[in-house]
């Protein structure tokens, strides 16, 4: 299973970006999706999830509102749009694939905002 992180890159603070992670070596459709985030010296944080087959969505408080995650089965891709970018939003954001007996993750994909 392979899970390739895109799209981050050095954003002002108000800018958008979009994130995309494509897996291969499973069967995306079968899997909920979900973006994680690390910032220098502190924990990872869950901020977004997609669930099978339903669609349905949730969100961290931090990112409600402004990150908008999405899935095409057909591309086996996630999506994660993020706008008006902060500084805080500075980290290593990672795609994640898991079901009830399996659990993936990608490379990571760096975001820095600047202010």
């Known amino acids: 299973v392979q899970l390739q992180a895109s799209g981050g890159g050095l954003v002002q603070a108000g800018g958008s970006l979009r994130l995309s992670c494509t897996v291969s070596?499973?069967?995306?459709?079968?899997?909920?999706m979900a973006w994680f985030r690390q910032a220098p010296g502190e924990e990872g944080e869950l901020i977004a999830m997609i669930r099978r087959p339903s669609g349905a969505t949730d969100y961290s408080d931090s990112v409600k509102g402004r990150f908008s995650i999405s899935r095409d089965n057909a591309k086996k891709t996630v999506h994660l749009q993020m706008n008006n970018l902060k500084p805080e939003d500075t980290a290593i954001y990672y795609c994640?694939?898991?079901?009830?007996?399996?659990?993936?993750w990608g490379q990571g994909t760096l975001v820095t905002v600047s202010s």
């Open positions: 994640n694939v898991f079901s009830l007996d399996y659990d993936y």
């Open positions: 070596g499973l069967t995306f459709r079968n899997y909920h």
